[in-house]
């Protein structure tokens, strides 16, 4: 199957073909979602601790080289997941449960198109996209389960068992999709059960430099904390890679391993500095690993630009279900297969808000085979001060303890005082160490850039290309930030545990049908 490609790179849901599954019964799905995991897995060729089980999965499918997820936070990304399309089109900006972000009213998903075409669905852990109801899986084993049963969501046993509970429980001639996701490498790392207790042939790690590792710079100073919190991680990468081997064999005992597509990903990059909340490569490269029975060619390993909306499409091609008209990204079906299709030559990623004001900064980069620019959009204007990471990662403070004339001083002190524009040579400079911005001689690479940026925006329907929208939107959620403030002081509460924001309809949160065709409009004015 071949897909036309616009000018901008962009593939557009309405020129794809749908075959259906190979199969002649329609074909089991089981997507396998990590949270808060980039590319430390051994099947990309980080060896730091042994994860056989995600190596095993890769050497019966096929590895994806260079996958991107459209947002580097939880509840936009995997919203991208549910709908196939972009954050800044489904309206789920920034993260659930807080704030009033959510899905535009009557968006389709897949999870629901799938149960409406008779596939029973189900998921593990987290849905986080508001509301719940709206992404319409049919049987949850999320947080009120494992609170029923005594159990951290952290626990990849518990998730396991949930998911032969699912399994021994379809019924008898019906295609079942499950997402199982897990908490393991979302922070605090020690939720759940220790490395220890899972056995050989992992590796307990006590410390681990920020300097042994490759996406940290070289002279960056090592602290204690750092070095215990990037061996926590890693650990927590290892109880991931046994939750695979968990899905592997209780699909494999029941017989459904030849039946059963497999997807593993993850929503974004690590909870770690210039990763989680980041359009840097460390916060937006995802794994993805597809087996796809009597599709996939075993062990091979793709290079082209793959996108999060990807997946989507490709769910509803294995399954034969009638994907939404209105819908972003391509099938992998031909990748997958070895062929060689026409295929893009840029993705695209945006990052608007996660939480609260302080980390609400609209960003969008378009990426290359061998380049990024990243727009940052309110650049010229106060952020309380407050650098955008996550849960002040331990790397970024070991960094700003640096010297001021190193490399990681500069690299994460460019990470909070970011310029309106940034320019990463891939090719060269693959962990975005230097940006080449205003550099002589990128000049012309730079405009082309804007451009594919901007080309992107319009075919999409992007409403942050409006200023004055932009300027209502960061205006509207400064208020929301005084009134959670104020609510805050008055009653000394939690606002995680509270609903002072969500549930709130906002100006920001449409109808689809109108969202939908503005989308299309802007489609065919792009043609």
Excluded at 493 to 516: C, K, L, M
Aim: hydrophobic residues 35%; negative net charge; contains cysteine.
């Amino acid at each position: 199957m071949t897909t036309p490609r616009t000018p901008s790179g962009l593939f557009l849901a309405a020129s794809i073909s749908v075959t259906g599954a190979a199969h002649a019964d329609p074909l089991n799905v089981c997507v396998i979602m990590a949270e808060d995991m980039g590319l430390q897995l051994n099947a990309y060729a980080d060896h730091t601790v042994p994860t056989p089980n995600s190596s095993a999965l890769a050497e019966r499918g096929v590895t994806f080289e260079r996958a991107y997820c459209t947002a580097p936070t939880c509840s936009p990304s995997r919203a991208s997941f549910f709908t196939g399309l972009y954050p800044h089109q489904n309206g789920h900006v920034g993260l659930a449960l807080l704030y009033d972000y959510k899905l535009h009213r009557g968006v389709p998903t897949l999870p629901q198109m799938l149960s409406d075409a008779g596939y029973r669905t189900g998921v593990s852990y987290k849905i986080h996209v508001r509301p719940e109801s709206q992404v319409g899986f049919d049987v949850e084993y999320t947080h009120k389960h494992f609170q029923s049963v005594n159990k951290p969501t952290g626990d990849v046993v518990e998730t396991g068992r949930v998911f032969e509970e699912f399994l021994d429980e379809q019924p008898a001639d019906t295609p079942f999709f499950f997402m199982l996701n897990t908490h393991a490498t979302h922070r605090p790392f020690n939720k759940g059960q220790s490395v220890e207790e899972l056995g050989p042939p992992y590796e307990h790690l006590d410390a681990l430099g920020p300097d042994e590792v490759p996406f940290f710079p070289d002279d960056i100073e090592a602290t204690n904390w750092a070095r215990k919190d990037l061996a926590m991680y890693y650990n927590a990468v290892q109880r991931f890679d046994y939750a695979v081997g968990l899905v592997v064999d209780a699909l494999e005992e029941r017989d459904l391993l030849d039946d059963t597509l497999i997807i593993l990903t993850s929503d974004h990059g690590p909870p770690l500095g210039r990763g989680k909340l980041s359009i840097h490569e460390f916060g937006l490269r995802i794994p993805v690993i597809v087996a796809w029975p009597g599709e996939s060619q075993p062990g091979l390993r793709r290079e082209e630009l793959i996108s999060m909306v990807d997946l989507t499409a490709t769910i509803f091609d294995a399954t034969g279900v009638e994907p939404p008209e209105v819908m972003e990204g391509a099938s992998l079906r031909p990748l997958v297969r070895g062929e060689a299709p026409a295929w893009r030559d840029a993705v695209f990623a945006e990052f608007i808000a996660h939480t609260t004001y302080h980390q609400l900064w609209p960003s969008q980069a378009v990426i290359t085979d061998t380049a990024k620019l990243i727009h940052n959009m309110i650049h010229d204007r106060p952020v309380h001060g407050k650098p955008i990471i996550p849960a002040n990662t331990a790397d970024y403070w070991s960094a700003m303890q640096s010297p001021t004339d190193t490399l990681a001083f500069k690299v994460y002190d460019r990470y909070t005082n970011r310029p309106e524009f940034e320019l990463y040579d891939l090719a060269a400079d693959p962990y975005e160490f230097h940006d080449r911005a205003q550099d002589a001689g990128y000049e012309t690479l730079v405009a082309d850039l804007r451009h594919r940026l901007d080309k992107w925006r319009a075919c999409t329907a992007d409403p942050f290309a409006d200023a004055d929208y932009l300027d209502r939107f960061v205006a509207y959620y400064a208020d929301q930030q005084r009134r959670v403030d104020e609510w805050k002081d008055e009653t000394g509460g939690d606002v995680w545990s509270s609903e002072v924001i969500a549930g709130d309809q906002t100006p920001w949160q449409r109808d689809w049908a109108d969202v939908a065709r503005e989308i299309m409009d802007a489609r065919r004015s792009c043609e």
